[in-house]
């Protein structure tokens, strides 16, 4: 059913329509864009929930990853950031092949429209004008036609009356001839503009005001074809990414089936396991005159199992023991150490944990060392590779540009090599102590190893908080309380630590800075190239060497970046 033939008088009504149809385009694209606009929110609030609850980087909740459920979680977690991306290409979709089709159509549409009205309003205006002619040309003829009836009614009385000169009558005769002529003129011309007019009348309602319409009948089918176009578009952008959803899901569904009780209880066991063995049977005591006594304490608890100090004979406090964190009867300041084991951070040797776990963490240690020192020497050997390519091929670079950055990477090797070596010191210090299953049990000390062999264990312990520049030899002076350990039924740890200063170490010789070095370390100190220090300790094997710039400022420092001048009797010595 055509417009042009059924609504050739609806002019104003199919302008109304249309332009009711360019608005619903325009509501349904804003809808489009307002969907786009929660996609992109939903999919930002589902990646910062899945990025609020990942792991905090050298936090215990990494530490838990090594449980299935905890990677489970994780897991979980990544395939729901994935899923959250999909939803993100939800609103990528619904704005490049919906919205932004839809607003250049728009804009389109509104110029098409507009153009057919135009062509409207301007043939309604032409067949207006013809209408004006047309009544304008009549109202003339019948004005004519009047004024030539009067002429002749005037011409006939005047030839009637016998008093009338023949000059006059003959006056009043042409006088109607004129105005019957000027009436013949004005019927045709209304004649013609009649027939005229007609014809526009014909063409207008038959032809132009038909064809306009046809087109815009057809403007407006476009535009409901589209609308659906964009609908089905709108349902077949939700469902491309369904699949991607799907293994989404699949991906959380399988991650919920590795779980592993019976893994995770393994892991538990790994991750606590001490090392120790439990302790053998109390001997009995028996009681005498003028004997007493001795206290029995649990020796696998870290502080008196009461939480309370006793009274010892003397009115001072025994001390509760902290196994398996101190064992060195010298002077020593413990601000620092107390807070990194209530912080969590620990000694860089470890010696704040159990046997096994220690172990494991040197063994750890050492193997990163290790990656990275590989690392260093592939690096090494590629650039002394470069280096042949540039002696060779002098035109393809200078030889001696990659010299200072080979003399770095060999320090740095030399470095890490050296750490290696502490650690490994370390780790076979602690292999050494671990029980083996075949020994019997016996009673534990609270400590590494027997009570008959804590001297040794006070030298070892000077050596690894000499090997550690960190901040064991920094004394600090503060209004902290100094931590005391005393470790009960043990004489020789009875003495409690002093709060004086540490007798100043003498000179030795003297160094010159090869290299510049940054301390950041606590116990290390900043030098800067070609600086001379005093040297107040040698490098006992670890690497580090202990200098002096002035009565306050003293630290350590790598041995490999300085150039030592011993004095003659230390040498001898």
């Given at each position: 059913?055509?417009?042009?033939?059924?609504?050739?008088?609806?002019?104003?009504?199919?302008?109304?329509?249309?332009?009711?149809?360019i608005e619903?385009?325009?509501?349904?694209?804003?809808?489009?864009?307002?969907?786009?606009?929660?996609?992109?929110?939903?999919?930002?609030?589902?990646?910062?929930?899945?990025?609020?609850?990942?792991?905090?980087?050298?936090?215990?909740?990494?530490?838990?990853?090594?449980?299935?459920?905890?990677?489970?979680?994780?897991?979980?977690l990544?395939?729901?950031?994935?899923?959250?991306?999909?939803?993100?290409?939800?609103?990528?979709?619904?704005?490049s092949?919906?919205?932004?089709?839809?607003?250049?159509?728009?804009?389109?549409?509104?110029?098409?429209?507009?153009?057919?009205?135009?062509?409207?309003?301007?043939a309604?205006?032409?067949?207006?004008?013809?209408?004006?002619?047309?009544?304008?040309?009549?109202?003339r003829?019948?004005?004519?036609c009047?004024e030539?009836?009067?002429?002749?009614?005037?011409?006939?009385r005047?030839?009637?009356?016998i008093?009338?000169?023949?000059?006059?009558?003959?006056?009043a005769?042409?006088?109607?001839?004129?105005?019957?002529?000027i009436?013949?003129?004005?019927?045709?011309?209304?004649?013609?503009?009649?027939?005229?007019?007609?014809?526009?009348?014909?063409?207008?309602?038959?032809t132009?005001?038909?064809?306009i319409?046809?087109?815009?009948?057809?403007?407006?089918?476009?535009?409901?074809?589209?609308?659906?176009?964009?609908?089905?578009?709108?349902?077949?952008?939700?469902?491309?990414?369904?699949?991607?959803?799907?293994?989404?899901?699949?991906?959380m569904?399988?991650?919920?089936?590795?779980?592993?009780?019976?893994?995770?209880?393994k892991?538990?066991?790994?991750?606590?396991?001490?090392?120790?063995?439990p302790?053998?049977?109390?001997?009995?005591?028996?009681?005498?005159?003028?004997?007493?006594?001795?206290?029995?304490?649990?020796?696998?608890?870290?502080?008196?199992?009461?939480?309370?100090?006793?009274?010892?004979?003397?009115?001072?406090?025994?001390?509760?023991?902290?196994?398996?964190?101190?064992?060195?009867?010298?002077?020593?300041?413990?601000?620092?150490?107390?807070?990194?084991?209530?912080?969590g951070?620990?000694?860089e040797?470890?010696?704040?944990?159990?046997?096994?776990?220690?172990?494991?963490?040197?063994?750890?240690?050492?193997?990163?060392?290790?990656?990275?020192?590989?690392?260093?020497?592939?690096?090494?050997?590629?650039?002394?590779?470069?280096?042949?390519v540039?002696?060779?091929?002098p035109?393809?670079?200078?030889?001696a540009?990659?010299?200072?950055?080979l003399?770095?990477?060999?320090?740095?090797i030399?470095?890490?090599?050296?750490?290696?070596?502490?650690?490994?010191?370390?780790?076979a210090?602690?292999?050494?102590?671990?029980?083996?299953?075949s020994?019997?049990?016996?009673?534990?000390?609270?400590?590494?190893?027997?009570?008959?062999?804590?001297?040794t264990?006070?030298?070892?312990?000077?050596?690894?908080?000499?090997?550690?520049?960190?901040?064991?030899?920094?004394?600090?002076?503060?209004?902290e309380?100094?931590?005391?350990?005393?470790?009960?039924?043990?004489?020789?740890?009875?003495?409690?630590?002093?709060?004086?200063?540490?007798?100043?170490?003498?000179?030795?010789?003297?160094?010159?800075?090869?290299?510049?070095?940054?301390?950041?370390?606590?116990?290390?100190?900043?030098v800067?190239?070609?600086?001379?220090?005093?040297?107040?300790?040698?490098?006992?094997?670890?690497?580090?060497?202990r200098?002096?710039?002035?009565v306050?400022?003293?630290?350590?420092?790598?041995?490999?970046?300085?150039?030592?001048?011993?004095?003659?009797?230390?040498?001898?010595?």
């Amino acid at each position: 059913m055509s417009w042009g033939s059924e609504l050739w008088d609806q002019f104003d009504n199919l302008e109304k329509h249309t332009q009711s149809g360019i608005e619903f385009v325009e509501r349904y694209s804003k809808f489009v864009k307002e969907r786009s606009d929660i996609e992109i929110s939903y999919a930002k609030q589902i990646r910062n929930l899945s990025k609020k609850y990942q792991p905090k980087k050298n936090s215990r909740e990494e530490e838990e990853n090594k449980y299935t459920s905890c990677r489970a979680f994780l897991s979980t977690l990544n395939e729901l950031n994935d899923y959250a991306g999909q939803h993100e290409v939800i609103a990528e979709n619904l704005t490049s092949q919906i919205i932004t089709e839809l607003s250049r159509y728009l804009t389109e549409l509104k110029a098409e429209r507009k153009s057919h009205f135009h062509d409207g309003r301007k043939a309604q205006q032409q067949i207006e004008s013809l209408w004006k002619q047309l009544e304008s040309s009549k109202r003339r003829f019948e004005r004519d036609c009047k004024e030539a009836d009067r002429a002749q009614q005037y011409f006939e009385r005047m030839d009637a009356d016998i008093n009338v000169t023949k000059a006059d009558v003959e006056k009043a005769r042409q006088q109607a001839q004129m105005r019957h002529q000027i009436a013949a003129d004005s019927k045709t011309e209304y004649s013609n503009y009649l027939t005229k007019f007609n014809q526009e009348q014909n063409e207008h309602y038959y032809t132009l005001i038909p064809n306009i319409f046809q087109k815009l009948q057809e403007m407006e089918e476009r535009r409901i074809e589209r609308v659906g176009v964009s609908m089905k578009t709108y349902a077949e952008v939700d469902r491309e990414v369904l699949p991607i959803v799907g293994k989404c899901l699949d991906g959380m569904t399988k991650a919920a089936e590795s779980i592993e009780p019976k893994t995770d209880s393994k892991q538990v066991v790994e991750s606590y396991k001490s090392g120790f063995e439990p302790p053998g049977d109390v001997e009995f005591e028996d009681y005498g005159p003028g004997q007493t006594m001795k206290r029995t304490v649990s020796e696998t608890s870290l502080s008196n199992s009461r939480g309370e100090a006793k009274e010892r004979p003397g009115g001072g406090k025994s001390k509760g023991k902290l196994w398996p964190f101190i064992k060195n009867k010298n002077k020593i300041t413990f601000n620092s150490h107390v807070r990194n084991l209530i912080e969590g951070s620990g000694p860089e040797d470890f010696s704040h944990l159990p046997p096994e776990q220690r172990r494991k963490k040197l063994q750890a240690k050492i193997d990163d060392i290790n990656k990275d020192i590989q690392k260093e020497m592939d690096q090494k050997d590629a650039l002394t590779k470069m280096k042949g390519v540039y002696e060779k091929n002098p035109q393809m670079g200078d030889p001696a540009s990659v010299d200072p950055r080979l003399v770095e990477m060999a320090m740095n090797i030399e470095k890490l090599q050296s750490e290696v070596q502490k650690f490994e010191g370390w780790l076979a210090e602690v292999e050494g102590r671990l029980p083996s299953r075949s020994d019997p049990p016996r009673r534990q000390s609270g400590l590494y190893e027997s009570q008959n062999s804590n001297s040794t264990m006070v030298d070892n312990n000077c050596a690894q908080d000499r090997e550690s520049p960190d901040g064991s030899y920094t004394e600090e002076q503060s209004s902290e309380t100094q931590v005391k350990v005393a470790i009960a039924n043990t004489p020789e740890f009875d003495d409690e630590f002093d709060d004086g200063d540490e007798e100043t170490l003498p000179t030795i010789g003297t160094c010159k800075a090869v290299y510049s070095f940054e301390g950041h370390n606590e116990g290390t100190i900043s030098v800067t190239e070609g600086e001379l220090l005093f040297v107040i300790e040698q490098d006992k094997g670890d690497g580090w060497t202990r200098v002096r710039r002035n009565v306050e400022e003293e630290g350590y420092v790598p041995t490999s970046y300085v150039e030592v001048f011993l004095e003659t009797n230390t040498k001898d010595s």
